[in-house]
């Protein structure tokens, strides 16, 4: 058994001069811990899943949308955001 401690305080980085996302996570249904390099899994997608509305705000005279990631990046790096809503076709991409 592990404490939600465990689950809650793991984040995703940024590393090696090729900047591969490394991703830690729980296996199921063994619980062991794992590493995702490069995106080889969809861990990243289903943990991410489970942001709620209180996690994300959006500031209208700004037009700002904004939500806590598990993601630390060791400096500065060009990201791509892709908004997608549930069952649409269409799909924003913003750079930044």
């Not at 199921?28 to 990243?44: A, E, F, V, W």
Request: glycine fraction near 10%.
């Amino acid at each position: 058994m592990r404490c939600d401690d465990a689950r809650q305080g793991r984040i995703g980085a940024l590393l090696g001069s090729a900047e591969r996302l490394v991703f830690p996570y729980w296996t199921d249904p063994h619980g062991n811990l794992s590493l995702d390099i490069g995106q080889k899994t969809d861990r990243l997608s289903y943990d991410l899943a489970a942001l709620t509305p209180p996690e994300v705000t959006v500031t209208g005279d700004t037009a700002r949308l904004t939500a806590a990631l598990p993601l630390h990046v060791p400096g500065r790096a060009d990201v791509t955001l892709k908004l997608t809503g549930r069952g649409a076709s269409r799909t924003l991409t913003v750079p930044g």
